[in-house]
Structures are given as C-alpha cells and as structure tokens.
C-alpha cells in the first residue's frame, strides 16, 4: 500500500496532480454556495488550498512556482483578449467620465492602504496583498507576489501577501455591495425613474449605426449620382443602401451611379451623430418600417454573413469589392454585440457580422469571399497565443529605469502578457493575425490559469496561516473593509452628484472598478435593463490595467 501513501503524501507529478484537482474541484464546487445571494465563485480554490497546505500538503517548489506563474499568465493574456476590441472605444466621449469615476477608485484605494500602512506599520507587501483582496482583483496580488520575487523578495513575505488577500477578500465582496445599497439610500433611488432615464440615453448613442429613410427635396443633390453626394460629406462616413424612384415607383439596389431625383426615396445606414448633418443636406426624414423597403416579389434579400476565412481577417472592407464584383451592399458589421457603419476603411476581423443585401447569386458570391463557415471559428489560433505570450513575456522582462527609483521597473509576467494581449487583439488583424476566440473558448483559458494559479497560492500560504491571523491578522479583515468601501462611496457620491450617473450604470461601475463579477450579477438582479452590465463593460479594460500596475508599482517604490 505504499504506492497509496506516496500518491497522498508524496511530492512526485502524480502526487501534485491529484492534489491540484482536489483542490480546483472542491473549491469550484463550494464556490457556488450563496451566502446572502453571493457566491464567491472560483476564490474559495485559495481557502481550499490554504487549508489542505495547513495540514501539510504540498508540492515541489519549483512545480508549485511553474504552475503558479504559468497559470496567472494565461489567466492573464486571456483577460487581454478579451478586453483588447474594446479598451480604447472605452475613452470616447461618456466612457471618458465612466473611466474616470473608476481610476479614482483604484487611485482611492491605493493612498488608503499607503495610509494604513504609515498608521499601523504592516509591512507594505502585506498591504498589497491585503488591498488586492479588498478590491476582489487576483491579477494585481499576481503582478505584485512577481513584482517582489523579481526584486528578490523572500518566499514568506510573498506567501504572506496571499494571507492579506485571503482574510481581506470575502468582506470585500460585501463591502461593494453595501456600498451601492447606500448610495441608494442617500439619494433616494427611484428605480422606474431610472430605468427610463437609461432608456432615454439609450437612444442618444451616438457611435453606433442605425437607419433612416430620407426623402430627396434638396435641389442641390437632384439629378447628382450617389457618388457625387457622398463627395459632398467628406467627413462623414455613410451608405445608401436601397433606392426607392418616384418615377418607376420601383426600389432597387443603390449604387454609385443611382441619380438622385426629387421626391425620390433612399434608405440610409449611418451613424447617429450624423443624422442631423446629412437630413439637412439631403432633403426630409419619413416615416418607413425596414420590411416596407421589400416589396413583395422582390428580387434582392438581406443575409447576415460571418466572416471565417482567415484571408480576410485584417482586410479593409473598401479593398474586398464586393459591391463591384458581386453587385450588392454592405451596410454594416456587427462586432461583439456592436452594429458598426461599413466604410471602405473598416477592417474586417474574424467573427464579424456583416449584413449584406443583394439578390441570392449576389449574396452567395460574397459568402464565398467571406467564408460564412461557423465550424472554422471553433478551433482555437494557439499560434497567435503562444506568439502573444513569448511576445509579452520578453516584453514584461524588459527594464526600464524610473528616475528616483533605485529598482529599475518591469512589467513582470502579469503586466507584460496584459499589454500585449491588449494590442494584439485591438490591431493584430492589421497585420493578418488571427485574434477571434469563441467566448467558451477564452473563458476556458482563464478559468484553467485562475485555477491553476489560486490552487498553488492557497498551498503555498496554507503553512502559517492560522498562526498568522491569530497573532494580528484579524485586523486585517477591518482594514480590508476601509480599502473597500471608502473609495467606493467616494466615487458613487461623486459620480452621482457631480456627473449625473445614472444608478444602475453606476453600480456597474462599482462593480467595474472592482473587476468583481458577482457584484455585477447583484447590480442586475436590481434590473431588466442592462445598464449595469454596459457600464462594467465600461470601465472594465482600463480598471483591470491600472489594478495590476498600482500593485506592481506600490511594490517597487515602496518596499
């Protein structure tokens, strides 16, 4: 039986493989037990680990450290791909205030640790750690227990940092949720009054694409070809879809030599900001259902076409020709639930949505071009994966010197892969990587690395726990709560007050500043609508940048 007690207690490959699913199952399956309608999800891995470590499980160091890093870097780069597409649309014109409300949160929270620390004089690295935990965000603990193995930090101030998280984290959860049931309170929340003010904004985004129907009244344009109208916006950015003559009483594919008459009828894809500017300068809007511009018997229909063929992906849609060549639309491209205006200059990307009218040989044609075969998005482009990961390591190695700072500064194995990740799937596609992932996909990534990377924490910091804790390491739960809480009533207070936030946005935002899902499923349970999801989304890429460089820059300037 001596194979059973080597496979247990041992420290062979066998040993910690069955080790790390024992701990990854049971904390997965005790993770969805709700506590007050809150679970705390694939966190309770780390006290499963720290426990079986208190009673001597564990693992080879230097498989522990592998699996430990391996796992937060593709936990990691999988955030980035994620949140790549959208990081930079995330500043334009609302975004702005919304990003703003949440970088003084992370900003907030990081001078109250620094404060605590100068008041009790915990050790900064405990702080951090404390911190990471108190604002749910696993990823900065990853950079900053990096950050200080770099700089050579001992293994017991690390595995202390996983402490600090541990004790602070389920208060912390707690602490983001009584802060938006207070903001609530002070300011009286009306939630129909909300939800209609949310809708009334809705209406008013002025980045996506919608349709209209114009008719042409201005002399100017009458008897001008399309292309000769266009020529007459050059800053905006539109298509003329369909054609409805007054003369014939026909409606017809629009193209580039269709010549405008008076009374004519077109229908126009463009992008809300436009729609003033371009009515004034065309004629009159009307009253039109889009199925009334299909007259029955018609020849042309309207297919949605997904982009797979890999030759396509970073194509600008104006050098595909479809319109030439196969003689129909393209009037615009869903992105990631987003409709965007098909202009010549729009790259193409895999998975993207592309709405196309035309007859059916026509349509069939540009099916060919674009691919339109779910069954390739299904594998996964490891190349580009493993490419973004070597790329983001080396990147994270790189020094760079900060003046007044006598440790020269790294991204790390969090930073570094973040980064890259990041631009890899905001512009690989220009230069013909392929960067789509299913959603199940990249979920998949980083749920293995999340696990993979609590589960080595929680044995690493399992020895000393309880001792610690009992020697002082319950007020750590108290500091954690101020970390949590102050900064974020701060910033609800003023994003409410100051800038108008909506509530259901802002405690999206709350929630965002936090990268803490199960706060975001608490802010939707509040409402059918779906501000709260839009402004997590929000604030999300940015928030998850600045979390892991604050904790690796507290690390380097103040340890």
């Not at 020269?408 to 930073?415: R, S």
């Amino acid at each position: 039986m001596d194979w059973i007690n080597d496979l247990i207690w041992g420290h062979g490959i066998g040993h910690s493989v069955l080790l790390l699913g024992v701990i990854i199952s049971l904390g997965l399956l005790l993770g969805k037990i709700k506590i007050f309608g809150v679970s705390l999800g694939a966190t309770f891995i780390l006290f499963v680990g720290i426990i079986l470590g208190h009673f001597g499980m564990g693992m080879d160091d230097n498989l522990v450290h592998f699996l430990r890093d391996f796992g937060l870097i593709l936990f990691i780069f999988a955030i980035g791909m994620k949140v790549g597409p959208g990081f930079f649309s995330s500043f334009k014109e609302g975004g702005v205030t919304l990003n703003g409300l949440a970088v003084g949160v992370v900003l907030l929270g990081a001078i109250t640790a620094l404060v605590i620390h100068w008041i009790t004089d915990i050790p900064v690295a405990t702080m951090v750690g404390i911190m990471s935990g108190a604002v749910t965000n696993t990823p900065g603990l990853g950079a900053a227990q990096q950050a200080l193995k770099d700089m050579g930090g001992e293994t017991s101030v690390i595995d202390t940092m996983a402490m600090g998280y541990a004790v602070a984290y389920p208060l912390g959860v707690i602490g983001i949720i009584l802060t938006m049931i207070v903001v609530k309170s002070v300011f009286k929340i009306d939630f129909k009054k909300e939800e209609a003010e949310f809708d009334e904004l809705a209406k008013e985004d002025h980045n996506s694409a919608t349709a209209i129907s114009l008719q042409v009244e201005n002399p100017a344009i009458c008897g001008k070809t399309i292309r000769e109208v266009k020529t007459l916006f050059p800053d905006r950015d539109f298509v003329i879809s369909r054609h409805w003559s007054v003369e014939t009483n026909e409606i017809t594919l629009a193209n580039p030599d269709t010549v405008l008459k008076p009374n004519d009828k077109i229908f126009v894809i463009l992008k809300a900001s436009d729609t003033d500017t371009i009515t004034a300068q065309i004629g009159k809007q009307i009253s039109m259902e889009r199925q009334q511009w299909v007259r029955p018997g018609s020849t042309f229909v309207n297919r949605r076409i997904v982009v797979t063929k890999p030759e396509v992906n970073g194509k600008r849609l104006g050098s595909l020709a479809l319109r030439k060549i196969y003689g129909c639309n393209i009037t615009r491209v869903q992105r990631a639930g987003v409709d965007l205006l098909a202009s010549r200059e729009l790259i193409l990307q895999l998975g993207d949505t592309v709405s196309v009218v035309g007859t059916e040989a026509s349509i069939a044609g540009v099916e060919s071009k674009l691919g339109n075969s779910m069954r390739r998005l299904y594998h996964p482009n490891l190349a580009t994966i493993f490419i973004g990961i070597a790329v983001g390591v080396i990147f994270g190695s790189i020094p760079f010197t900060i003046p007044g700072v006598p440790q020269p500064f790294k991204l790390g194995l969090a930073g570094g892969p973040l980064i890259i990740a990041i631009l890899l799937a905001k512009f690989g596609p220009r230069f013909g990587f392929a960067t789509y992932t299913t959603q199940s996909a990249n979920l998949m990534l980083s749920e293995i690395g999340i696990s993979l990377f609590l589960a080595c924490v929680g044995i690493k910091a399992g020895d000393g726990f309880v001792d610690t804790v009992a020697n002082g390491g319950y007020s750590w739960i108290g500091y954690g709560f101020i970390i949590t809480f102050l900064p974020l009533l701060i910033m609800g207070i003023v994003g409410r007050k100051f800038f108008k936030v909506n509530y259901f946005t802002l405690t999206g935002i709350i929630a965002g500043s936090h990268t803490d899902p199960p706060a975001l499923a608490y802010a939707n349970s509040l409402t059918a609508k779906d501000a709260p999801a839009v402004g997590y989304a929000t604030v999300y890429p940015l928030t998850m940048f600045f979390r892991v460089l604050i904790a690796e820059l507290m690390v380097l300037l103040f340890v």
